[in-house]
């Protein structure tokens, strides 16, 4: 007869045992599986082609999408009289260039420019040497007709305005604006546009938009980093 006293005993050193083996499965499970690493933008699906163009660069240098097929490319669309989001955009891009490394050769960074009248070739080779992105990106500027057809196939809205003295925004016509430049009649203006950053693989496909990286390179630079492993 088994003493009474014993039973729980042995009950407990039954658990025990139990418990210590579904530890150490669930170890080994979690050691052999692979790790699932999502994207910090937001994920495309589909087979979506990024849509080409040929601009010119801040050298003077025709430059179109097919030119990067080589490598991850980071799209945005900036100004150089934007006073507020855009020196932040370009300050993330510098800082996600940085923290690359030596990866960076795998990756192109492109600027579109959101106002053409005033970006001038002179003038954003200048803005590229102020942020200290000279032969780091692309800044990339055109005609009038081509920069339209850009803005739209990546969605991107650009509304030129001029604030009157009482605060009132006026809305501006941007084929009008730069003979109102020219002639002396509208010195400054202000473009409402988003700044997203589009993140292209190498097959020329749209994989992640970022909608905001103002505030941090790390989301950008974790992206890049995974569409850089999938196609090296």
Known sequence: MISPIWTPLRRVNSFVRLVTSIAAL????????EPT??????????????TSFHLVNQFGTQVSLQNFSDKVV?????????????????KILNNTY??????????AFLVITADPTRDTVERIHEYSQERDMLNKWSYLTGNLADLQQVWEDYYVPIEPYQVSTGGAQERLNHAAIAVAVESGDLRQYLIGHPAPVYLIDRSGVLRVPHSDVTYSAKPLTDDLRLLIAETA
Do not use: H, M
């Not at 669930?26 to 599986?33: E, N, V």
């Not at 690493?37 to 990024?50: I, P, S, Y």
């Open 26 to 33: 669930s170890t080994l499970i979690a050691c052999t599986s």
């Open 37 to 50: 690493v999502a994207f910090q933008g937001t994920e495309l699906t589909g087979n979506n082609k990024a």
């Open 74 to 90: 980071a799209l945005t669309f900036l100004y150089t009289n934007c006073l507020d989001t855009c020196p932040l955009t370009a």
């Open 98 to 107: 940085q923290a690359l490394g030596t990866a960076v050769d795998e990756v």
